[in-house]
């Protein structure tokens, strides 16, 4: 790792080291220690310590000498310069200056001490900041405990310089926030692990084929069982062996928060437990907004994704939407979810556009404004507009329960209205004819409305005599005990010919709707 010197003249003893030339933005790798015994080995752009007698006095045997360190790359020396004359030491800084080197001068019984602490020094990727591992490790904890996840995600990016993403459950947490994270990190089966042996048991580097980016995880344990991961999204050679013990460190203390996976559950169970007419109790509902709409949405068409959809839905909506909001998948796959906004409609229709993106074309149902204790009422909506939203082929995408008018009436199968008992007393009378004579009773009674209980009209339409459909009207009269000639009689028939259709398509009804004309 290299170290920027500005920040490095700052740390422990390399304070006590007096740089005699420019230094700032200049970067060290490493620090080696040069002897008069044995061969002279260096990484390139190393810090190179230099005992007393080893610098020669000066004029070309210090340019030649000078010369061969800059060339083989180094960034510069320290030396022991003890007892030396000031003008010597100028006359060497100068030198250093015209071929940019770093100089400075110490006393070689602090090198032990200067290689002992470089050993142990990270430099944080962001901005170069100098701090010693027990200082980093320390912060991190410090950002966890005392301020949470976030923080602790700020933190590992910060001297990593990468994003860093915590996943539990249904909660996605990225710092920074963007760039949105490639679809692929949440399919598993895109990564394949590299071979490279990690020097910790916990933490495994990825690439995938489906993303530029590598990917360096720790998987999080509680009672020795997996409950979410910790990774690092970085460009591939980019990460460094401190990254791998800094995401270790840090997956190490987030074995604390299982909560969030805990959180996940007890929300899916709330939501099954409303959508099924049940209210859970308050500890549970506190974790839902105190009020807002319920959203159902349904997916026009099952693409048949793979594992790591859910994930990736549930990111885009913690991302976009962090606030404000609770979420749940049901067994079918809708998405439920309970916001507070004070513009629904723009917050469906930009859901809808994100996973839109997402691959995942869904259709909304909104129920009206409710507080918390009247969820399964909004759900109930919800659901509802979403249902019959389906049935009616609705041309919008999004389908509120306001907006359904006498369509309100209907929520077939669910629940035992007496509108609903009614239908299927009227299917019930229909099923006992033949199929036939059903279907063309049933159209009869819609064109009939249709036509504002003309039959001269409806004759037209269906391409029958008058007389037929006379016929047909008087045994439905007498089939479900109407009287045509009162307001009653009516108003029964045209609230059955808007709902008996849908009643019949809901899947109940088991003949076939001919279309007008047939």
């Known amino acids: 790792m290299k170290l920027k010197l500005e920040y490095l003249a700052g740390c422990g003893t390399f304070s006590e080291c007096r740089f005699r ?24 752009q190393s810090l190179l310590l230099v005992c007393a007698g080893m610098i020669p006095g000066g004029g070309e045997q210090l340019a030649l000498w000078l010369d061969e360190r800059k060339g083989r790359g180094a960034a510069g020396f320290l030396a022991d310069l003890s007892g030396e004359e000031e003008e010597r030491i100028d006359a060497l800084a100068k030198a250093c200056r015209e071929r940019e080197l770093v100089f400075g001068t110490v006393a070689a019984d602090r090198f032990v001490s ?31 405990y005392i301020s949470g996840t976030d923080s602790l995600l700020d933190g590992l990016s910060y001297w990593t310089g990468c994003q860093a993403a915590l996943i539990v459950g249904q909660d996605t947490f990225v710092k920074p926030p963007v760039p949105v994270l490639n679809e692929a990190v949440f399919y598993p ?69 299982d909560d969030y996976k805990r959180r996940s559950r007890r929300i899916e169970a709330a939501m099954e437990m409303i959508c099924g007419g049940q209210m859970p109790d308050s500890s549970v509902t506190n974790l839902f907004p105190e009020s807002g709409y319920a959203l ?8 048949g994704a793979a594992d790591g959809k859910k994930e990736y839905l549930s990111y885009l909506i913690h991302h976009y939407f962090p606030q404000q909001l609770c979420y749940s998948f049901s067994a079918e796959g809708s998405l439920r979810l309970f916001v507070s906004t004070e513009d629904v409609d723009h917050f469906g229709r930009r859901l809808l556009d994100i996973l839109d993106g997402a691959g995942k074309r869904c259709r909304a149902g909104v129920s009206r404004y409710y507080t918390i204790s009247q969820a399964v009422t909004a759900f109930f909506e919800a659901e509802s507009a979403a249902h019959i939203a389906g049935l009616l082929e609705y041309g919008e995408r999004i389908c509120y329960y306001h907006d359904l008018g006498i369509y309100r009436l209907l929520n077939y ?34 064109v009939f409305v249709k036509c504002k209980f003309n039959y001269q009209k409806t004759a037209d339409k269906l391409y029958t005599h008058v007389n037929t ?46 279309r007008e004309g047939e």
């Not at 159902?296 to 693409?303: A, G, I, N, P, S």
């Not at 709902?499 to 809901?506: A, D």
């Open 21 to 44: 030339t420019p230094f700032y933005e200049k970067e060290v790798s490493s620090l080696a220690f040069i002897c008069s015994s044995g061969p002279a080995v260096w990484e390139p």
């Open 296 to 303: 159902v949405l349904r997916e026009q068409k099952t693409d």
């Open 413 to 446: 199968p669910e629940n035992s209205w007496p509108i609903n008992q009614m239908l299927g007393e009227m299917d019930e009378l229909l099923n006992q004819m033949d199929e036939e004579k059903r279907d063309v009773l049933a159209m009869t009674v819609r």
């Open 114 to 144: 200067l290689i002992n602490e470089y050993s142990h020094l990270i430099a944080s990727r962001t901005d170069g900041t100098v701090r010693a591992y027990d200082r980093v490790l320390e912060d991190l904890q410090h950002r966890f």
């Open 469 to 514: 459909v006379r016929y047909r009207i008087k045994l439905i009269e007498d089939l479900w005990d109407a009287d045509l000639s009162s307001d009653e009689g009516r108003l029964l028939f045209s609230v059955l010919a808007k709902l008996l259709p849908l009643w019949m398509k809901s899947g109940c009804y088991s003949g076939t709707l001919p």
């Open 189 to 257: 089966a895109y990564w394949r692990k590299e071979p490279q042996k990690s020097p910790l048991s916990h933490v495994s580097l990825y690439s995938s084929s489906y993303s530029e980016k590598m990917l360096l995880q720790a998987e999080l344990f509680k009672n020795r069982l997996p409950f979410g991961v910790l990774c690092l999204i970085g460009e591939e050679g980019r990460f460094e062996p401190s990254d791998y013990i800094l995401l270790n460190y840090a997956s190490i203390l987030c074995t604390g928060i």
